[in-house]
């Protein structure tokens, strides 16, 4: 089989794993946790680097500090993986969904602000309600997709204008930039937001810590509330003192040590997916059942961490086809806004995200792909499609 997307790892990390086990620092407290907080934070440009067990806790307590409450609404694209669904249902809150744009595949942003500035109006106290459920709209929430970005410049100044936070789901874009900065890097006019950038060490991400996550922020209280809330909000290591709801969610020294390991080769990492996307797209341009690949919007050094491929027609056949020869391949997913367990939830529009889930298809792009396995997936995808 040719994976999807497999995990690279070699003999360093598990010098580190080992040295966890020798010491039996193997819980949340231990050294790696702190050094690869710090080596995330600078890489990313972010000011401070919370560590979590999944890319979905870092989200809730991006959610929980921003002050998401039960029966709020959150806007979200109708296209992403259904962790950022599930995190605000933690809340008790509903995501809002609006559609992508063909044109980056992105979060749609016109869609955003013809909603909130046609759809919404504000309450005697100042609350933005959505006039078709009577909901709280408290936050956005855009899903950098598939190793691309949303436009940042604009969603900071809906934000601005709304007073509304911007938690960004960027578990598949580590390593992308905007406008040659980190995905945490302080932004201009952000000052006058609250903003919170969310990314996942899941196993099939660029880098992996097994599981994780983690939640950066340019703020030194927000970094320290999270850390806080992560750890049961313990107040007391000996008397077991809690001051608030709080949440098991602090990522363990063994993976931080791994983390660690695998931070020091993103770069790398990076490169490989680079030279894997290029050759991909030479390869299928010229062949017309492939009208198009995921695109990059402006400003965006993509990390490519997916490489997808949009077909003129269902994508199924051609991954049972593949299946068959060996190739392990995934559409999108199915879109949020027609999962049974959301129907209560608003939806400004999904038609792009329906195209997407029913005719796009991703690609083997480990790390680790050799030439001659890429060779075999193109010439599957080639012979197949004609």
């Not at 407290?29 to 919370?50: D, I, M, P, S």
């Not at 490519?304 to 559409?331: F, K, M, N, V």
């Amino acid at each position: 089989m040719i994976p999807l997307c497999a995990p690279y790892i070699r003999s360093d990390e598990w010098v580190r794993i080992k040295d966890c086990i020798d010491t039996e620092w193997v819980s949340y407290a231990g050294k790696y946790v702190q050094e690869f907080e710090a080596n995330l934070a600078r890489y990313t440009g972010a000011h401070h680097a919370a560590v979590t067990i999944s890319g979905t806790s870092a989200l809730h307590l991006a959610l929980v500090v921003a002050g998401v409450r039960h029966d709020d609404e959150v806007i979200l694209p109708a296209l992403s993986f259904v962790s950022p669904a599930n995190a605000i249902r933690y809340q008790g809150a509903w995501p809002t969904f609006v559609d992508v744009s063909m044109l980056d595949w992105q979060i749609d942003i016109g869609q955003i602000e013809d909603f909130l500035s046609n759809s919404c109006k504000r309450d005697s106290s100042g609350n933005l309600l959505n006039i078709h459920t009577g909901r709280r709209i408290a936050a956005i929430m855009p899903v950098h997709l598939l190793g691309g970005m949303a436009d940042l410049d604009a969603l900071i100044r809906i934000a601005a204008e709304h007073r509304l936070p911007l938690i960004e789901d960027a578990a598949e874009c580590l390593g992308a930039r905007w406008k040659e900065k980190g995905i945490g890097a302080l932004l201009q006019n952000q000052p006058e937001i609250q903003r919170f950038t969310c990314t996942s060490f899941n196993g099939n991400k660029i880098m992996t810590t097994g599981g994780g996550g983690a939640l950066l922020t340019n703020c030194p209280e927000t970094a320290q509330l999270a850390k806080h809330l992560s750890t049961t909000a313990k107040t007391d290591d000996i008397e077991f003192d809690h001051d608030q709801v709080g949440y098991n969610y602090r990522m363990s020294n063994m993976a931080a040590a791994l983390g660690v390991g695998q931070l020091e080769q993103l770069d790398y990492f990076l490169e490989r997916k680079k030279e894997i996307a290029e050759r991909y797209t030479e390869e299928f341009s010229a062949c017309g059942a492939i009208p198009a690949t995921l695109p990059t919007g402006r400003h965006v050094t993509n990390s490519h961490w997916l490489y997808t491929i949009l077909l003129e027609r269902d994508s199924r056949d051609l991954l049972r086809h593949l299946a068959e020869e060996g190739i392990q391949t995934r559409p999108l997913w199915k879109p949020l806004s027609s999962l049974s367990y959301l129907s209560g939830c608003h939806v400004v529009s999904d038609d792009n995200t329906r195209v997407l889930a029913e005719r796009a298809l991703s690609l083997p792009c480990s790390v680790g792909l050799s030439k001659n396995d890429q060779d075999t997936v193109i010439g599957q995808v080639i012979g197949y499609l004609g």
